[in-house]
């Protein structure tokens, strides 16, 4: 069976390795020009452990792991007021691992090489039938696949075809993440700098052999709607929240250089699916109706 997957990221990188190994023939389609590898920190524990044994990749992942010692956590001005274990920052117990997503990006990708990626391109339309399911793409193209899978991010292309634009179910929570890669000026090894107070927090980590450390910010905007697709709009407003922080002004001067400038807002969904609702803080839906599914 052939079927195509929307979004070459964790989630499809995943979902093409498995159906792959049980004999189905995946494509994947992405709409950036490349293998996009930036982004945060993430958690691996529970059942996902277990799954990348099955794939064969957890020794991969914990050569590759962040192997975080500890955090600081400052006040305003940058005054250490407290340290943490790398366990206790990170709530890791047991086998849990911690790997950078550009990093378990890369070991997923070496296990699904080979796999038919298209990229610079999108699902323009689907339509879908008892016989599969006809795909048009965004340069014209058209080809009929099997099934169709969305794993395309919180802001899926997929959904969007199925269940119609995202606004009719989105609850904006006025909460905005932003990470991106600034020099190591700090010299931090396997540390995190973070201030945090109600509404707002400032961080910047170093993981390890990492050339560079990563700025992150988490804030509040309830009053302010942030463009996703405007970074100079993005960039004013971190400039604007995190005004008066005082240790935090050399990481906003480092902005505009970032190849890797991330931001994104997590949102509250609630997914039409027949006579049920589908409710989600990940804007995961539940399985989509007939041969496409988000």
């Known amino acids: 069976m052939d079927v195509l997957i929307s979004?070459?990221?964790?989630?499809?990188l995943t979902t093409a390795y498995w159906l792959r190994r049980y004999g189905f023939?995946?494509?994947?389609?992405?709409?950036a020009p490349s293998f996009v590898t930036g982004g945060y920190k993430i958690d691996v524990r529970g059942t996902a452990l277990d799954v990348l044994r099955r794939m064969g990749a957890h020794d991969a992942v914990v050569a590759s792991s962040t192997q975080m010692q500890g955090a600081l956590l400052v006040d305003r001005e940058g005054n250490v007021i407290n340290r943490m274990t790398g366990d206790e920052f990170g709530h890791r117990v047991g086998g849990d691992l911690?790997?950078?997503r550009g990093k378990l990006f890369e070991i997923l990708m070496a296990r699904t090489a080979g796999v038919d990626v298209i990229f610079g391109n999108a699902i323009?339309?689907?339509?879908?039938?008892?016989?599969?399911?006809?795909v048009t793409f965004r340069n014209g193209d058209a080809r009929t696949f099997d099934f169709v899978i969305g794993a395309d991010g919180l802001h899926s292309n997929v959904r969007r075809q199925i269940f119609g634009d995202?606004?009719?179910?989105?609850?904006?929570?006025?909460?905005y993440l932003c990470v991106y890669s600034v020099p190591n000026f700090l010299h931090l090894d396997r540390m995190e700098v973070?201030?945090?107070?109600?509404?707002?927090?400032?961080?910047?980590?170093?993981?390890?052999d990492a050339v560079d450390a990563k700025a992150c910010f988490g804030f509040a905007a309830r009053n302010q709607q942030i463009d996703l697709r405007d970074r100079a709009q993005q960039e004013e407003t971190l400039r604007t929240v995190y005004a008066d922080v005082g240790?935090?002004?050399?990481?906003?001067?480092?902005?505009p250089e970032a190849p890797d400038w991330f931001l994104t807002s997590p949102?509250?969904?609630?997914?039409?699916?027949?006579?049920?609702?589908?409710?989600?803080?990940?804007?995961?839906?539940?399985?989509?109706?007939?041969?496409?599914r988000a």
């Open 7 to 12: 979004g070459a990221g964790i989630a499809g």
């Open 25 to 31: 023939a995946p494509t994947i389609v992405e709409r």
């Open 98 to 100: 911690e790997i950078v």
């Open 124 to 134: 323009a339309s689907i339509a879908q039938s008892c016989d599969g399911v006809e």
């Open 166 to 175: 995202e606004s009719q179910y989105l609850r904006d929570l006025g909460m």
């Open 194 to 208: 973070q201030y945090s107070e109600i509404g707002r927090v400032a961080a910047i980590w170093s993981t390890r």
């Open 247 to 255: 240790w935090v002004p050399r990481l906003l001067e480092l902005m």
């Open 267 to 292: 949102r509250r969904s609630t997914w039409p699916h027949g006579r049920a609702i589908g409710s989600s803080w990940s804007a995961t839906p539940p399985t989509a109706p007939h041969r496409a």
